[in-house]
């Protein structure tokens, strides 16, 4: 093998499943020691093409070279022998063993009892050359998120991985732990070590990537360097026209205050308590966005405002109107609209027609229902309207829900819950999962909520998001509301270190 020899090559993989082209002729190089990111919104065709490399599926046509050679990857057991990884973006842990036996799981050799002799030292030595700082004694479930994505990445380099992929590492990190995974990373490919780095976050590729690959409809459209390109050249190249990544935010006269949240404490779905004496304030004409990591007491928050989850001390108020405790028709009678954080879960019955998702609410209230009956012809006015004006893309007015792309999903979402004018918009994580272009017209929406004098709280784990959307920003850490800050006093820093729970940046 010669110095030029690509330490990977995908050449003209081809992958189809039935109705769908999901790779279609995609060729891709990965040099020893190359930081290589994978840019593509969702349905790019990113992960069937490292299933492929990683040997969950094979390709119709082409072929995986590993060091200039056929790889004969089949299976990830063989992917592993061949000094290839993966990290998923859900890791692949077993919370009740310690991080040695994590590690020691499935090496050669071990039989039914695990053998971690030796493990522990080697942990601490690549922990030590690495930058991943982890107690090899320690159980997995005491880790916090960015601490198990360390165990995830030794596992890698205990078995000697030569290329490693990385899918959405950064989705669930504070931002001084993105530093930190980047240090490491760059580390790992000073030592030769090839990484594919899998993401949807723009300004990471810029910071982090030697090259960058795009893919769109099971394409390659275009491959550059950060040096050569933009944010918005990158977004034109995954979408295939102009994106405006930052919405325009005119001016609005703040108004009074529409949703009150006061000393507020929700318990957990396993009994602890999850949200402690929250206190926060919306007004008209604004957006308040809350940043926090998951799994920090958002979701029970928002559950427990909207009605959906049982309060045990303090009070919701909308527009002066105490509505702590009561169902959610009370609740959303009282002016509140929620755009939940589980789509599919809690947005979309998925078996329901898209006409049916869209009345899901009022179908019982005039004009679409009289004595008990409903008017048909009212309802597919009304739906033929909404899917129009908010731009959902369906076949038809009687598609399943569920066969709809997760962007028009949300979209759908967003028109029921808007039809009815607002004055209180709860939307969490209003952009997970959806596509660069969808989200861009996601956040145009929320915008012009705030324009037409709706109080708006946004609750997303994406910083870049909430740094983009919000007029005030709250910060939430360990089920606490650390800090409430206005858009212009915020920075990156300061909020990175609130959300790693630092009071005194308060």
Same mark, same amino acid.
């Given at each position: 093998?010669?110095?030029?020899?690509?330490?990977?090559?995908?050449?003209?993989?081809?992958?189809?499943?039935?109705?769908?082209?999901?790779?279609?002729?995609?060729?891709?190089?990965?040099?020893?020691?190359?930081?290589?990111?994978?840019? *593509?919104? &969702?349905?790019? $065709?990113?992960?069937?093409?490292?299933?492929?490399?990683?040997?969950?599926?094979?390709?119709?046509?082409?072929?995986?070279?590993?060091?200039?050679?056929? !790889?004969?990857?089949?299976?990830?057991?063989?992917?592993?022998?061949?000094?290839?990884?993966?990290?998923?973006?859900?890791?692949?842990?077993?919370?009740?063993?310690?991080?040695?036996?994590?590690?020691?799981?499935?090496?050669?050799?071990?039989?039914?009892?695990?053998?971690?002799?030796?493990?522990?030292?080697?942990?601490?030595?690549?922990?030590?050359?690495?930058?991943?700082?982890?107690?090899?004694?320690?159980?997995?479930?005491?880790?916090?998120?960015?601490?198990?994505?360390?165990?995830?990445?030794?596992?890698?380099?205990?078995?000697?991985?030569?290329?490693?992929?990385?899918?959405?590492?950064?989705?669930?990190?504070?931002?001084?732990?993105?530093?930190?995974?980047?240090?490491?990373?760059?580390?790992?490919?000073?030592?030769?070590?090839?990484?594919?780095?899998?993401?949807?976050?723009?300004?990471?590729?810029?910071?982090?990537?030697?090259?960058?690959? =795009?893919?769109?409809? @099971?394409?390659?459209?275009?491959? /550059?360097?950060?040096?050569?390109?933009?944010?918005?050249?990158?977004? &034109?190249?995954?979408?295939?026209?102009?994106?405006?990544?930052?919405?325009?935010?005119?001016?609005?006269?703040?108004?009074?205050?529409?949703?009150?949240?006061? $000393?507020?404490?929700?318990?957990?779905? #396993?009994?602890?308590?999850?949200?402690?004496?929250?206190?926060?304030?919306?007004?008209?004409?604004?957006?308040?966005?809350?940043?926090?990591?998951?799994? &920090?007491?958002?979701?029970?928050?928002?559950?427990?405002?909207? @009605?959906?989850?049982?309060?045990?001390?303090?009070?919701?108020?909308?527009?002066?109107?105490? =509505?702590?405790?009561?169902?959610?028709?009370?609740?959303?009678?009282?002016?509140?609209?929620?755009?939940?954080?589980?789509?599919?879960?809690?947005?979309?019955?998925?078996?329901?027609?898209?006409?049916?998702?869209?009345?899901?609410?009022?179908?019982?209230?005039?004009?679409?229902?009289?004595?008990?009956?409903?008017?048909?012809?009212?309802?597919?006015?009304?739906?033929?309207?909404? =899917?129009?004006?908010?731009?959902?893309? /369906?076949? /038809?007015?009687?598609?399943?829900?569920?066969?709809?792309?997760?962007?028009?999903?949300?979209?759908?979402?967003?028109?029921?819950?808007?039809?009815?004018?607002?004055?209180?918009?709860?939307?969490?994580?209003?952009?997970?999962?959806?596509?660069?272009?969808?989200?861009?017209?996601?956040?145009? #929406?929320?915008?012009?909520?705030? *324009?037409?004098?709706?109080?708006?709280?946004?609750? !997303?784990? +994406?910083?870049?998001?909430?740094?983009?959307?919000?007029?005030?920003?709250?910060?939430? !850490?360990?089920?606490?509301?650390?800090?409430?800050?206005?858009? +212009?006093?915020?920075?990156?820093?300061?909020? @990175?270190?609130?959300?790693?729970?630092?009071?005194?940046?308060?």
């Amino acid at each position: 093998m010669d110095d030029m020899t690509p330490l990977l090559e995908l050449a003209g993989i081809t992958k189809r499943f039935p109705g769908v082209l999901a790779n279609d002729d995609v060729h891709l190089e990965v040099a020893p020691g190359e930081i290589h990111a994978l840019l *593509g919104e &969702n349905g790019a $065709g990113k992960s069937t093409l490292m299933n492929i490399l990683y040997g969950l599926y094979r390709p119709d046509e082409g072929e995986v070279r590993l060091n200039g050679e056929p !790889s004969g990857i089949e299976s990830p057991a063989d992917a592993i022998e061949a000094g290839v990884g993966m990290i998923h973006q859900h890791f692949m842990l077993v919370p009740t063993l310690t991080v040695a036996e994590n590690v020691a799981l499935g090496l050669a050799g071990n039989g039914v009892l695990l053998d971690t002799s030796g493990v522990a030292e080697r942990v601490g030595e690549l922990s030590s050359r690495y930058g991943l700082s982890v107690d090899p004694e320690a159980y997995v479930w005491q880790l916090a998120v960015g601490e198990r994505q360390r165990v995830e990445i030794i596992k890698a380099l205990y078995r000697d991985c030569r290329l490693l992929v990385l899918d959405e590492p950064t989705a669930v990190l504070t931002p001084i732990e993105v530093e930190e995974l980047f240090v490491t990373l760059r580390t790992m490919a000073t030592d030769g070590v090839g990484l594919i780095f899998i993401t949807h976050k723009l300004g990471e590729v810029l910071a982090l990537a030697d090259r960058i690959t =795009v893919m769109r409809d @099971g394409r390659v459209t275009g491959e /550059t360097v950060p040096s050569a390109t933009s944010k918005g050249e990158l977004a &034109n190249m995954m979408v295939g026209r102009p994106v405006q990544l930052a919405p325009d935010r005119p001016m609005v006269e703040v108004g009074a205050v529409r949703l009150a949240i006061d $000393g507020l404490r929700v318990d957990g779905d #396993r009994g602890t308590e999850a949200v402690k004496e929250c206190g926060l304030e919306v007004r008209a004409g604004e957006i308040v966005g809350i940043a926090g990591v998951s799994g &920090n007491g958002q979701r029970e928050l928002a559950e427990a405002v909207v @009605g959906l989850r049982s309060v045990t001390a303090g009070r919701v108020a909308i527009d002066g109107v105490d =509505v702590t405790g009561m169902h959610p028709s009370r609740v959303r009678a009282a002016g509140l609209a929620y755009v939940p954080e589980e789509r599919m879960r809690d947005g979309v019955v998925a078996e329901f027609s898209v006409a049916e998702n869209l009345i899901l609410v009022d179908h019982n209230r005039p004009p679409f229902c009289r004595r008990g009956l409903l008017r048909l012809g009212a309802i597919a006015d009304h739906c033929r309207d909404l =899917v129009e004006r908010f731009m959902v893309k /369906t076949p /038809t007015l009687d598609t399943p829900a569920g066969n709809l792309s997760g962007g028009n999903i949300q979209k759908l979402i967003l028109a029921r819950e808007l039809s009815s004018e607002p004055g209180v918009l709860l939307a969490s994580q209003p952009t997970r999962g959806v596509d660069i272009g969808a989200a861009e017209y996601i956040h145009r #929406r929320l915008i012009e909520e705030r *324009g037409r004098g709706a109080a708006v709280l946004v609750i !997303s784990e +994406d910083l870049d998001e909430v740094l983009a959307l919000s007029d005030r920003i709250a910060v939430m !850490s360990e089920g606490r509301i650390l800090a409430v800050m206005d858009r +212009d006093e915020a920075t990156i820093q300061r909020i @990175g270190l609130l959300m790693a729970g630092s009071e005194a940046v308060a």
